[in-house]
Nanobody, 124 residues
Framework: QVQLVESGGGLVQAGGSLRLSCAAS????????MGWFRQAPGKEREFVAT????????RYADSVKGRFTISRDNAKNTVLLQMNSLKPEDTAVYYC?????????????????WGQGTQVTVSS
């Protein structure tokens, strides 16, 4: 059973930064894509960023491109999301997810395991 635990959320002013971390259990972390998604109240869960198993391929939602950076450390079973220049519209619960393959896309259905989420609130 794979467990994902997010941390690093909180309250920050617009323009500030936060770094989210996701710790994964199991020995197969290095073989699968990892992604970050977010869900704001009353909205559907949406794609934020993804990183391939090797870390060589990263993709971002247009809304966060240039502000957020996803990275991973396969030796530590950890994936990070560095969020800079935060905006009030970034406010949401952020979820870490493990893909079903070494390279997964932007669709929620391509991810098999999910963390419990961490709240990010950006004040104006």
């Amino acid at each position: 059973q794979v467990q994902l635990v997010e941390s690093g959320g909180g309250l920050v002013q617009a323009g500030g930064s936060l770094r989210l971390s996701c710790a994964a259990s199991g020995r197969t972390f290095a073989y699968f894509t990892m992604g970050w998604f977010r869900q704001a109240p009353g909205k559907e869960r949406e794609f934020v960023a993804t990183i391939s198993a090797s870390g060589g391929d990263t993709r971002y939602a247009d809304s966060v491109k240039g502000r957020f950076t996803i990275s991973r450390d396969n030796a530590k079973n950890t994936v990070l999301l560095q969020m800079n220049s935060l905006k009030p519209e970034d406010t949401a619960v952020y979820y870490c997810a493990r893909g079903r393959a070494a390279a997964s896309g932007r669709d929620v259905g391509e991810y098999a395991y999910w963390g419990q989420g961490t709240q990010v609130t950006v004040s104006s």
